[in-house]
């Protein structure tokens, strides 16, 4: 089993940053890629972004390219989510997510192991 814990979410003004963070407790954290995916009200859960377990090869949907940044530390057992230039748009619950393997993958179907949220409200 692993825990998900995740943390950091809030109320911002559009063009603001936020980093959320995710711990990880349990099995071994090296042996998955992490992922942050997020459902906004009255929408489909969708992906965000990935890392490899090693931490190398970020994945980022195209919504949040160049504005999200994915890391994990392997010794705290955290991965984290720096979102810079918030829009409205990105209001969501924001889901932290393990899947066993190498490489981060994009399906919410693949996940093993899901947190249970952290609210981001962004104002406009």
């Known amino acids: 089993q692993v825990q998900l814990v995740e943390s950091g979410g809030g109320l911002v003004q559009a063009g603001a940053s936020l980093t959320l963070s995710c711990a990880a407790s349990g099995r071994i954290f090296s042996n998955y890629a992490m992922h942050w995916f997020r459902q906004a009200p009255g929408k489909e859960r969708e992906f965000v972004a990935g890392i490899s377990r090693s931490g190398a090869s970020p994945k980022y949907a195209d919504s949040v390219e160049d504005r999200f940044t994915i890391s994990r530390d392997k010794d705290k057992n955290t991965v984290s989510l720096q979102m810079n230039s918030l829009k409205p748009e990105d209001t969501a619950v924001y889901y932290c997510?393990?899947?066993?393997?190498?490489?981060?993958?994009?399906?919410?179907?693949?996940?093993?192991?899901w947190g249970k949220g952290t609210l981001v409200t962004v104002s406009s």
């Open positions: 997510a393990a899947k066993w393997g190498i490489f981060a993958g994009t399906s919410e179907d693949g996940m093993n192991y």
